[in-house]
């Protein structure tokens, strides 16, 4: 059974992270744009300093002003130790460990610029919002997270501090291990089990927990909960797909799809899905499907299930190297 995205495409998500970055900048400059707690930049001042080559920060500040601004020359940007030559249209290589073995993912800063933008839009994020992250700009799943910035104007808090944010996506680890009840959040991702999920949803009933499925072949998320779902989803549902990502459950044997409710492997393609592992073409692909490995159904609704195994390993089994 297959789950297509609500929300199609749209053509000017395609333009890449600094596309999306001369819009907010070229139509509202002096709008609170990207800050590390000490340095604090309008959108227009991070479009200045990525066109001049040259910031006044350092750490993973100076570091996205440096990427976008190679992105925006038409640079290839590699994160970690990914050194091997990237496939397809692959602008952005990132190195990865899953269960002892290294990985070089190949993706298109585009896909990053528009699952942000589709993220946004599911999230409702406006100017107004403030969003916290914790996470390094080497984890896949920072940059759609800047691009829902950049597509909705919100500002931007690498520091991870909470006490002004509306919203909090935690990828780090640590963060996620050493988070607290912040009530004054509207939204709050944990890259983290079902379990710990349970624990925060009960602590904080005023704020909207977003799960998902956490791959970092799809930039981090693909698929999130959805606002209109009912709270008890969240927890126990990866949500549905982003738009321009199609979801297939599939009998692992045969490659057919399976009914609702049906286990069967998760199969992903579309806008944001990885171009391929570098120095190994084709591996983990059929028919422009990426075999995740992992198991799950669908249930009626669109919402991709995990059991709660699948879940616990899902988030150990990679990480980025020290």
């Given at each position: 059974m297959a789950a297509d995205a609500q929300d199609r495409p749209r053509v000017s998500e395609r333009q890449g992270l600094a596309g999306l970055l001369g819009s907010i900048a070229g139509d509202h400059p002096d709008r609170p744009g990207l800050t590390d707690g000490e340095t604090s930049l309008t959108w227009g001042a991070v479009a200045e300093a990525v066109r001049a080559g040259r910031g006044p920060a350092t750490g993973a500040l100076g570091r996205v002003l440096e990427v976008l601004g190679e992105l925006g020359s038409g640079s290839v940007v590699r994160f970690g130790d990914a050194t091997d030559p990237l496939s397809g249209q692959s602008d952005m290589g990132f190195a990865i460990e899953r269960d002892g073995a290294h990985e070089?993912?190949?993706?298109?800063?585009?896909?990053?610029?528009?699952?942000?933008?589709?993220?946004?839009?599911?999230?409702?994020?406006?100017?107004?919002?403030?969003?916290?992250?914790?996470?390094?700009?080497?984890?896949?799943?920072?940059?759609?997270v800047l691009a829902a910035c950049l597509a909705s104007g919100a500002q931007l808090d690498l520091s991870a501090e909470l006490k002004a944010a509306t919203t909090a996506w935690l990828l780090e680890p640590g963060a996620v291990a050493d988070y607290r009840p912040a009530p004054g959040l509207a939204r709050l991702h944990l890259r983290t089990g079902r379990a710990h999920l349970t624990e925060v949803a009960e602590a904080l009933p005023g704020t909207r927990l977003v799960n998902g499925l956490t791959l970092?072949?799809?930039?981090?998320?693909?698929?999130?909960?959805?606002?209109?779902?009912?709270?008890?989803?969240?927890?126990?549902?990866?949500?549905?797909?982003?738009?321009?990502?199609?979801?297939?459950?599939?009998?692992?044997?045969?490659?057919?799809?399976?009914?609702l409710y049906q286990t069967g492997e998760v199969w992903l393609r579309g806008a944001g899905v990885f171009q391929g592992?570098?120095?190994?073409?084709?591996?983990?692909?059929?028919?422009?499907?990426?075999?995740?490995?992992?198991?799950?159904?669908?249930?009626?609704?669109?919402?991709?299930?995990?059991?709660?195994?699948?879940?616990?390993?899902?988030?150990?089994?990679?990480?980025?190297?020290?």
């Amino acid at each position: 059974m297959a789950a297509d995205a609500q929300d199609r495409p749209r053509v000017s998500e395609r333009q890449g992270l600094a596309g999306l970055l001369g819009s907010i900048a070229g139509d509202h400059p002096d709008r609170p744009g990207l800050t590390d707690g000490e340095t604090s930049l309008t959108w227009g001042a991070v479009a200045e300093a990525v066109r001049a080559g040259r910031g006044p920060a350092t750490g993973a500040l100076g570091r996205v002003l440096e990427v976008l601004g190679e992105l925006g020359s038409g640079s290839v940007v590699r994160f970690g130790d990914a050194t091997d030559p990237l496939s397809g249209q692959s602008d952005m290589g990132f190195a990865i460990e899953r269960d002892g073995a290294h990985e070089v993912l190949c993706h298109a800063s585009a896909d990053a610029a528009h699952l942000g933008a589709a993220l946004a839009r599911r999230e409702a994020l406006t100017a107004d919002d403030r969003v916290a992250l914790a996470a390094r700009p080497e984890d896949p799943g920072f940059w759609p997270v800047l691009a829902a910035c950049l597509a909705s104007g919100a500002q931007l808090d690498l520091s991870a501090e909470l006490k002004a944010a509306t919203t909090a996506w935690l990828l780090e680890p640590g963060a996620v291990a050493d988070y607290r009840p912040a009530p004054g959040l509207a939204r709050l991702h944990l890259r983290t089990g079902r379990a710990h999920l349970t624990e925060v949803a009960e602590a904080l009933p005023g704020t909207r927990l977003v799960n998902g499925l956490t791959l970092p072949e799809t930039f981090g998320l693909a698929l999130t909960s959805d606002p209109r779902d009912p709270a008890a989803t969240v927890v126990a549902t990866c949500g549905r797909p982003l738009g321009g990502i199609e979801v297939m459950v599939v009998d692992p044997r045969t490659g057919m799809d399976v009914l609702l409710y049906q286990t069967g492997e998760v199969w992903l393609r579309g806008a944001g899905v990885f171009q391929g592992y570098a120095g190994r073409p084709g591996a983990g692909f059929t028919d422009r499907f990426f075999r995740t490995g992992v198991l799950g159904h669908l249930d009626s609704e669109g919402r991709l299930v995990l059991p709660e195994v699948e879940e616990v390993a899902l988030v150990r089994s990679w990480s980025l190297p020290d």
